[in-house]
Each structure stands twice: as structure tokens, then as C-alpha cells.
């Protein structure tokens, strides 16, 4: 027939197929083609309205990669034959295309599914001015008929599964139908299934789709239907189907821009597309009762549907919203990143993550995949907290201007915020960032002391402008430093795992050293101004110094005259757990206070807290005005921060979650011999890694390796400290026991499997 029809002679092979009857061709010279043998007459609209679409696929920019046609010896494309016994069919033939159905693929990457959606994409708007009168006739695997499967679900025996069917059912009624209308609708393929997508995985690029097959169920219906349909088979057999779908569905849009109405009714629209499925399938078994296949190759199905029901369902809603955030590739921003931003920015993993949203202690990246937060302090009350948001967004449609005129929220954020400190600390400056706050600290101290002579803690690191850099140790002493600015001094990071100094005596022998520098400063003929040290280290390695230290060192600083400043930018607001300022934990009060990070949640907002002396001596007639410090809606956020702090409990809720993973982490590294020490308070812990517990030798590689494991199991966390080898945890105060037992059962697999 192919050689009479087509005038291509070669073997023939029947191929599997549903209805059609198709036949490998190959004439032994490279060339492989398929002969389609529809029987029946009936459906020469339906057949010729395929052949129209193909054929103009073929002159678009998709060419190659759907079947191409083959006209027959007379030009045209569907050839009437009559069999032997008399029956009539329609036989039309096209090119073999070369790929592996992704059905047949057991790795299939999250990058394949993104690809998967952009061809999609790609065919709908191929095939947006595309109409034809075969295009639009009644199946019923149009979406939009839905509901008139119904009178199917009888046929489901098990009641169970009927009610689900049906509660899906009536979701769609309530959501979907009535929306149809509002839809942009047009031809398209309407079964991307995985048996229909081909995938090359031989090319430079990684796995790709080389082609799409089976244009049998091609209709003129909702065109969103198409990234439905593809999204509902990719989600089939996945523990956590929506990261599948997000990515089809991202890829999907980036190319064709899904309205807000199709994004609203996608989610509905998969779960529709499933329930054809499987009341379809009953429809089959009476047909075909001892079709034992059917009920295998529908079980997936009725997973998916029973996982879909029981998720929040919010979940879809949230993956479509993530998957259709942004139309920039990872790569496209990595790249505009390269051209457009200062190079000495990195960014976080080896496969760099596009968070697009935040929730409470979770983040979400661009194919809606949760991760948890562990180690940003500054969302202390939970990403995106709604109280905090919408303090701000209200402020922000009222006024928002400068600290020059009076205003209520100014006068009660200060009366707040001072109130949390201890006498005599009562006045506070407004600011915007940890830099601010500390370089004012700095001006502070000089202006009440005369002096400018600094005591620092090796690796510490207070801030990113010149007045800062010169006086962290962590920055002008590591890579494009110039070292230490004459008027600082170092003393060692007080750290009783790794430091110069252990055991019981370490508090003392550490804060000697702070009285040495005193000393040092005083033989160069000058006196010492100031001693600024965080309360617990953070760049240092999430270090918790020896009980006693800060009283010690802050003795003989104030001894001398000096001034003692707290850099509380990582570790205020009850992140300590057993008190709201970290220095209260070791029994002290400072003369200067600095906060940051956690006081805005994310906000821009930063503040000094000191005496009414000290603030004294800085009015010396040269204002201090700083254009967005303590503005109305910074006052606002930094309100409503201190409120839901109080109101969640998240001092008492750190101490509990901290305990929580300081136990279990003890219990890891009881485990193995990698985690050479555990030490934290609260919710500011310190994970530190060695290949060996005798001479600490620093596992750095095998930390950034199992921050990236970590990274693919769903959890969020860096390493810090001057050998890079400890784990940094300090996650949102909102943490919860399931959060912390989830991470500690993964780390301690990971750790397990690291090979040192
Ligand atoms: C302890 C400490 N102080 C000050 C700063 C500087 O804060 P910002 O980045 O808001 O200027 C940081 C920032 O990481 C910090 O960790």
C-alpha cells in the first residue's frame, strides 16, 4: 500500500496504536516513515484537520519535530482505499520521527520538564490562527465536557473512589465552568501525554523534547488545556507532584503568558483531565471486563487524584502563582547578573535556587519546591509574616516621610523599643542598616570618649563601609584586604572548641587578652576608645563564648575609659532564647547597643540603642539626620516585629525549638565522628565539622557538600567561620518540632553517607 499510495517501497513493521492501524516503512536507505491505515470514512474532516495542522507545523518554526506528511503520488495527503473485504479506510503517511517516548525514561530532570512546556508553548501559539471544522467536533476528552462524564461515575464500582471522583467533580461545576467562557480557547494537541513526547537525551544541552506524536485528539477547546493535560501525566507517580507541573508550567508561560483566569482554573483543570481518565477507563472495563491492564495503568491516576483532594489546595494555586512569578530563566538571571551587577556578589549552591517566595519558616523556588529556612535571621518572625505586611502596606497608603514632623508611630516604636532594654540604655537612633548602626556606634564612642582606638575579636565582622571594614578582621584580613586599620586591635575569637584558650579558666584567660590590648594601647601613649564584639559570633563560626567572658573584657575596656558596644545585628530580639539581647546572657549591660537584621523582618530598619550620656556627648551642634531612618513605615513594621514576637511567644519558641535541635544534634554527632562540636543558644547554632576529633583538622569540602545535600533535600543552611567548616543555623523563630525532627533525621542520612 505504501508503495501503490506513496510510491515508497520498504519493509513493513505494524507499531502499537489505538485506533489507527500504523506501519513502520523503511526503504533500507535511512529513511523511516509511518503508514496510518484509519478505518472507516466517517472522520475525513477529523483526519484532514490533522493533516492541515501538520502541515503547517512543518512551515513553522517547529518543523522537524512533529510528523511531517507525506503527500501521496496524485499531491494529495488521505488516500480512500477499499480492502479486499470490501471495508474502506483512509490511509496517509508521514515521516518516522526519531526520539524515546519519556514514557520510557526513568531519570527525568525538573530542566526537561521547563523544555517540555515551552514546545508546548510554542505548538499553541504555532497553532493560534489555526481553524478547522474537524478541529471542532465533540470528544470526550474536551476538558470543557467535563461534566458530562458524569453519568459515567457509576460505573466506578468502589464508593470511595466515586465520592472522590465526584467531590472533584463538583469543584470543577462550582470553579471551572463557570469561567469557560472567559478563556482564550484555540486548537491544540490535547494528549501530551508521555507516550506522545519524544525526548533526545543525546544532545550538548542535556534532555530535551525532540518531538511531539499523535495528533489523534486534537480540538478546537480552552487552550490552557494543553499545560493541564501535559502537567496532569508528568505529576502521575511523584511524592510531591505540583514541583513537576511547576516546571512544565513555568517553561509553559515564559513562551505563551498564561492570563490570570487560566492560572486560576489550571490546577482544576489537571485534576478534570485525571477524573477523564479514570472514568474513562470505567467506561473501557465494561467494554472490557477482564482488561486487567486497564486497572494496573489506572492505579497512578487514582493516587494522584487522592493526593490532589487531600493537599492543601492551596498547593496548586501557590505552584501555578510560583511557576508564573517571573518569565527570567535561572540562567538568564545568572547571566544579567554577570553583565549588570559587581562581580564580588556571590550566590548561594552550585546550582544557584530562584526563590520566588517566602512563607513563615519556608521558602519556594520558581517550580514551587519547599525548602526550609535555617540559617536567615533576618525573617525573624516567619517570611512574609501578615501582620508585618500589612502594618507596612497600610502605612505606606497613608504617609510615609522623614523624622523632621511628629508622628505617633515614631513616638510609640521608641517607647517600645527602648522599653526591651535595661537602664540606662533609653536612647535609641533610628537607621537602616546594620552598617549605619555600628558606624554611628562608632561615632558614639569617640564623641563620648575623645578617643578612637578600638578593641576587636579576631574574625569579626561589623559592617560593610569603610569605617567597618578597617575594623573586621573577617574582611580587611581575608581576600582584597589591607589589613587592620592602625587605630584597631585584635584580640583571639573566644572560642573554647578551637581557640587558643579551653577548659574552665578559658573566660578569663580570653578576656586577659582584652586587658593586654588595654595595656598595649596605653604603652603607644593613647587609650582605648572602645570594645565592640557581637555577643555571640557569627562570622567567627557561630561562636558562644566562654560564661564570663563580656564581663571580663567590658571591666577592663570601662576601666580604661573606654566604652563597650554590643553588635546585636545577628543575634537580638530572643533569638538567645533564655533572654531578648544576647549579652543579657552573659550577665552585662553594654553602653552601646546595635541592631539590625531581625528588627524590620526584612524591612530596611536599623537602630542604635545607648545611654542618655553617651547621646549627650554626640549633640555637639553637628545634626544627625538620616533621610529614611525611623520613617512612618519603618515605624510601622518594627511595631508590628516587637508585636508578633510578643503575641507568638518566639522568645520562649526559641528556647524550646533550640533545645530541641541542640539535643538531636548531640545525638548526630554522638553518631559520627564528623561533627566535632555542637554548641548554640537558642536559635543561633553552630555545627562544626572535622575530618578527625584529635587534631580538628577542618572538613570544609565536606561541609559545603553536605550544605548542598542538604539544598536537595528540601533544606536551607550555610557554612561560616574562619575555616569555612561549620554549619550556620539561625532560621526564622517561627521553627517547628516537625521542621526541626524532618532536618535532623536528613542530616544525620547525609552525614552518614559523606565520606571524609
Ligand atoms: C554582626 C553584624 N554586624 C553588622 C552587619 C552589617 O549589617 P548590614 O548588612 O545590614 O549593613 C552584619 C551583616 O551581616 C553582621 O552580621
Not at 516546571?247 to 503568558?257: K, N, Q, S, T, W
Given at each position: 500500500?505504501?508503495d501503490a499510495?506513496?510510491?515508497?517501497?520498504?519493509?513493513?513493521?505494524?507499531?502499537p496504536?489505538?485506533l489507527?492501524?500504523?506501519?513502520?516503512?523503511?526503504?533500507?536507505?535511512?529513511?523511516?516513515?509511518?503508514?496510518?491505515?484509519?478505518?472507516?470514512v466517517?472522520?475525513?474532516?477529523?483526519?484532514?484537520?490533522?493533516?492541515?495542522?501538520?502541515?503547517?507545523?512543518?512551515?513553522?518554526?517547529?518543523a522537524?519535530?512533529?510528523?511531517?506528511?507525506?503527500?501521496?503520488?496524485?499531491?494529495?495527503?488521505?488516500?480512500?482505499?477499499?480492502?479486499?473485504?470490501?471495508?474502506?479506510?483512509w490511509?496517509?503517511?508521514?515521516?518516522?520521527?526519531?526520539?524515546?517516548?519519556?514514557?520510557?525514561?526513568?531519570?527525568?530532570?525538573?530542566?526537561?520538564?521547563?523544555?517540555?512546556?515551552?514546545?508546548?508553548?510554542?505548538?499553541?501559539?504555532?497553532?493560534?490562527?489555526?481553524?478547522?471544522?474537524?478541529?471542532?467536533?465533540?470528544?470526550p476528552?474536551?476538558?470543557?465536557?467535563?461534566?458530562?462524564?458524569?453519568?459515567?461515575?457509576?460505573?466506578?464500582e468502589?464508593?470511595?473512589?466515586?465520592?472522590?471522583?465526584?467531590a472533584?467533580?463538583?469543584?470543577?461545576?462550582?470553579?471551572v465552568?463557570?469561567?469557560?467562557?472567559?478563556?482564550?480557547?484555540?486548537?491544540?494537541?490535547?494528549d501530551?501525554?508521555?507516550?506522545?513526547?519524544?525526548?533526545?537525551?543525546?544532545?550538548?544541552?542535556?534532555?530535551?523534547?525532540?518531538?511531539?506524536?499523535?495528533?489523534?485528539?486534537?480540538?478546537?477547546?480552552?487552550t490552557?488545556?494543553?499545560?493541564?493535560?501535559?502537567?496532569?501525566?508528568?505529576?502521575?507517580?511523584?511524592?510531591?507532584?505540583?514541583?513537576?507541573?511547576?516546571?512544565?508550567?513555568?517553561?509553559?508561560?515564559?513562551?505563551?503568558?498564561?492570563?490570570s483566569?487560566?492560572?486560576?482554573?489550571?490546577?482544576d483543570?489537571?485534576?478534570?483531565?485525571?477524573?477523564?481518565s479514570?472514568?474513562?477507563?470505567?467506561?473501557?472495563?465494561?467494554?472490557?471486563p477482564?482488561?486487567?491492564?486497564?486497572?494496573i495503568?489506572?492505579?497512578?491516576?487514582w493516587?494522584?487524584?487522592?493526593?490532589?483532594?487531600?493537599s492543601?489546595?492551596?498547593?496548586?494555586?501557590?505552584?501555578?502563582?510560583?511557576?508564573?512569578?517571573?518569565?527570567?530563566?535561572?540562567?538568564?538571571?545568572?547571566?544579567?547578573?554577570?553583565?549588570?551587577?559587581g562581580?564580588?556578589?556571590?550566590?548561594?549552591?552550585?546550582?544557584?535556587?530562584?526563590?520566588v517566595?517566602?512563607?513563615?519558616?519556608?521558602?519556594?523556588?520558581?517550580?514551587?519546591?519547599?525548602?526550609l529556612?535555617?540559617?536567615?535571621?533576618?525573617?525573624?518572625?516567619?517570611?512574609?509574616?501578615?501582620?508585618?505586611?500589612?502594618?507596612?502596606?497600610?502605612?505606606?497608603?497613608?504617609?510615609?516621610?522623614?523624622?523632621?514632623?511628629?508622628?505617633?508611630?515614631?513616638?510609640e516604636?521608641?517607647?517600645?523599643?527602648?522599653?526591651?532594654?535595661?537602664?540606662?540604655?533609653?536612647?535609641?537612633?533610628?537607621?537602616?542598616?546594620?552598617?549605619?548602626?555600628?558606624?554611628?556606634?562608632?561615632?558614639?564612642?569617640?564623641?563620648?570618649?575623645?578617643?578612637?582606638?578600638?578593641?576587636?575579636?579576631?574574625?569579626?565582622?561589623?559592617?560593610?563601609?569603610?569605617?567597618?571594614?578597617?575594623?573586621?578582621p573577617?574582611?580587611?584580613?581575608?581576600?582584597?584586604?589591607?589589613?587592620?586599620?592602625?587605630?584597631?586591635?585584635?584580640?583571639?575569637?573566644?572560642?573554647?572548641?578551637?581557640?587558643?584558650?579551653?577548659?574552665?579558666?578559658?573566660?578569663?584567660?580570653?578576656?586577659?587578652?582584652?586587658?593586654?590590648?588595654?595595656?598595649d594601647?596605653?604603652?603607644k601613649g593613647?587609650?582605648?576608645?572602645?570594645?565592640?564584639?557581637?555577643?555571640?559570633?557569627?562570622?567567627?563560626?557561630?561562636?558562644?563564648?566562654?560564661?564570663?567572658?563580656l564581663?571580663g573584657?567590658y571591666?577592663?575596656?570601662?576601666?580604661?575609659?573606654?566604652?563597650?558596644?554590643a553588635?546585636?545585628?545577628?543575634?537580638?530580639?530572643?533569638?538567645?532564647?533564655?533572654?531578648s539581647?544576647?549579652?543579657?546572657?552573659?550577665g552585662v549591660?553594654?553602653?552601646?547597643?546595635?541592631?539590625?537584621?531581625?528588627?524590620?523582618?526584612?524591612?530596611?530598619?536599623?537602630a542604635?540603642?545607648?545611654?542618655?550620656e553617651?547621646?549627650?556627648?554626640?549633640?555637639?551642634?553637628?545634626e544627625?539626620?538620616?533621610?529614611?531612618?525611623?520613617?512612618?513605615?519603618?515605624?510601622?513594621?518594627?511595631?508590628a516585629?516587637?508585636?508578633?514576637?510578643?503575641?507568638?511567644?518566639?522568645?520562649?519558641?526559641?528556647?524550646?525549638?533550640?533545645?530541641?535541635?541542640?539535643?538531636?544534634?548531640?545525638?548526630?554527632?554522638?553518631?559520627?565522628?564528623?561533627?566535632?562540636?555542637?554548641?548554640?543558644?537558642?536559635?543561633?547554632?553552630?555545627?562544626?565539622?572535622?575530618?578527625d576529633?584529635?587534631?580538628?583538622?577542618?572538613?570544609?569540602?565536606?561541609?559545603?557538600?553536605?550544605?548542598?545535600?542538604?539544598?536537595?533535600?528540601?533544606?536551607?543552611?550555610?557554612?561560616?567561620?574562619?575555616?569555612?567548616?561549620?554549619?550556620k543555623?539561625?532560621?526564622?523563630?517561627?521553627?517547628?518540632?516537625?521542621?526541626?525532627?524532618?532536618?535532623?533525621?536528613?542530616?544525620?542520612?547525609?552525614?552518614?553517607?559523606?565520606?571524609?
Open positions: 500500500m505504501a499510495c506513496f510510491g515508497i517501497r520498504g519493509t513493513a513493521r505494524e507499531l496504536a489505538e489507527d492501524r500504523n506501519f513502520l516503512i523503511e526503504p533500507g536507505d535511512g529513511r523511516r516513515f509511518v503508514l496510518k491505515v484509519t478505518p472507516g466517517r472522520d475525513f474532516e477529523e483526519l484532514d484537520a490533522q493533516v492541515a495542522a501538520l502541515e503547517l507545523l512543518a512551515r513553522s518554526e517547529l522537524g519535530r512533529v510528523p511531517a506528511i507525506v503527500p501521496a503520488a496524485g499531491g494529495e495527503f488521505l488516500v480512500r482505499r477499499e480492502m479486499a473485504d470490501g471495508s474502506e479506510h490511509v496517509r503517511m508521514v515521516h518516522y520521527l526519531e526520539g524515546l517516548p519519556l514514557a520510557h525514561l526513568s531519570v527525568r530532570p525538573t530542566s526537561l520538564f521547563e523544555d517540555i512546556g515551552g514546545w508546548l508553548a510554542r505548538l499553541d501559539l504555532a497553532l493560534a490562527d489555526f481553524d478547522h471544522p474537524g478541529a471542532r467536533r465533540r470528544i476528552w474536551d476538558v470543557r465536557r467535563m461534566l458530562e462524564l458524569a453519568d459515567s461515575l457509576d460505573l466506578v468502589d464508593h470511595d473512589r466515586r465520592e472522590l471522583v465526584a472533584h467533580l463538583e469543584r470543577f461545576e462550582r470553579l465552568a463557570p469561567r469557560l467562557t472567559e478563556l482564550a480557547s484555540s486548537v491544540i494537541h490535547n501530551a501525554n508521555d507516550h506522545n513526547l519524544l525526548v533526545d537525551s543525546r544532545g550538548a544541552g542535556g534532555m530535551r523534547l525532540s518531538g511531539v506524536i499523535d495528533f489523534g485528539d486534537m480540538i478546537h477547546t480552552v490552557v488545556a494543553e499545560p493541564a493535560i501535559a502537567a496532569a501525566y508528568l505529576m502521575l507517580g511523584r511524592e510531591d507532584p505540583w514541583p513537576a507541573a511547576s516546571a512544565l508550567i513555568a517553561g509553559y508561560h515564559a513562551v505563551r503568558p498564561l492570563s483566569v487560566e492560572r486560576g482554573v489550571l490546577p483543570l489537571i485534576s478534570a483531565r485525571l477524573c477523564a479514570v472514568l474513562m477507563s470505567a467506561r473501557s472495563r465494561v467494554r472490557e477482564d482488561n486487567e491492564y486497564l486497572l495503568s489506572e492505579q497512578p491516576v493516587d494522584l487524584l487522592e493526593k490532589l483532594k487531600m492543601d489546595s492551596d498547593d496548586g494555586r501557590r505552584a501555578v502563582d510560583t511557576a508564573c512569578s517571573g518569565v527570567h530563566s535561572a540562567q538568564e538571571i545568572i547571566a544579567i547578573r554577570r553583565r549588570h551587577l562581580h564580588n556578589l556571590s550566590v548561594s549552591y552550585r546550582a544557584p535556587l530562584k526563590i517566595r517566602g512563607q513563615g519558616q519556608y521558602l519556594f523556588d520558581d517550580h514551587g519546591r519547599r525548602y529556612d535555617l540559617v536567615n535571621n533576618v525573617c525573624h518572625v516567619g517570611h512574609c509574616h501578615p501582620h508585618v505586611v500589612a502594618a507596612g502596606q497600610r502605612q505606606m497608603a497613608i504617609l510615609n516621610t522623614n523624622t523632621r514632623y511628629l508622628h505617633d508611630l515614631l513616638a516604636y521608641v517607647l517600645r523599643l527602648t522599653a526591651a532594654f535595661p537602664d540606662p540604655l533609653s536612647v535609641c537612633f533610628l537607621v537602616c542598616t546594620g552598617t549605619e548602626a555600628n558606624d554611628l556606634a562608632l561615632r558614639l564612642a569617640r564623641a563620648h570618649t575623645g578617643r578612637r582606638d578600638i578593641i576587636v575579636i579576631d574574625h569579626a565582622y561589623h559592617g560593610h563601609s569603610p569605617s567597618l571594614v578597617e575594623i573586621s573577617y574582611k580587611c584580613e581575608g581576600p582584597g584586604g589591607e589589613g587592620l586599620a592602625p587605630h584597631a586591635h585584635k584580640v583571639s575569637l573566644p572560642d573554647p572548641y578551637r581557640g587558643p584558650h579551653r577548659g574552665k579558666d578559658a573566660y578569663r584567660l580570653y578576656a586577659a587578652e582584652v586587658e593586654r590590648a588595654v595595656e594601647i596605653a604603652a593613647r587609650r582605648v576608645g572602645a570594645f565592640m564584639a557581637e555577643s555571640l559570633i557569627g562570622c567567627g563560626g557561630q561562636v558562644v563564648p566562654p560564661d564570663g567572658y564581663r573584657a571591666g577592663a575596656v570601662r576601666d580604661a575609659g573606654g566604652v563597650c558596644i553588635d546585636e545585628v545577628q543575634v537580638g530580639f530572643g533569638r538567645v532564647g533564655s533572654h539581647w544576647a549579652f543579657e546572657s552573659q549591660v553594654p553602653d552601646i547597643v546595635t541592631l539590625g537584621k531581625p528588627i524590620g523582618n526584612g524591612h530596611p530598619l536599623a542604635v540603642i545607648t545611654t542618655p553617651i547621646a549627650a556627648s554626640f549633640d555637639t551642634g553637628m544627625y539626620f538620616n533621610t529614611f531612618g525611623g520613617n512612618p513605615v519603618s515605624c510601622a513594621i518594627g511595631l516585629v516587637l508585636e508578633v514576637i510578643e503575641r507568638e511567644r518566639l522568645q520562649a519558641r526559641a528556647l524550646e525549638m533550640g533545645d530541641r535541635l541542640l539535643a538531636g544534634l548531640r545525638e548526630v554527632q554522638h553518631r559520627h565522628d564528623l561533627v566535632g562540636d555542637v554548641r548554640g543558644l537558642g536559635l543561633f547554632i553552630g555545627v562544626e565539622l572535622v575530618t576529633r584529635e587534631s580538628q583538622a577542618p572538613a570544609a569540602d565536606e561541609a559545603a557538600d553536605i550544605i548542598e545535600r542538604l539544598k536537595d533535600r528540601g533544606f536551607l543552611l550555610s557554612t561560616d567561620g574562619p575555616l569555612h567548616n561549620v554549619l543555623i539561625k532560621p526564622p523563630m517561627v521553627l517547628g518540632a516537625d521542621d526541626v525532627d524532618g532536618f535532623l533525621t536528613h542530616l544525620d542520612e547525609i552525614v552518614a553517607r559523606v565520606k571524609t
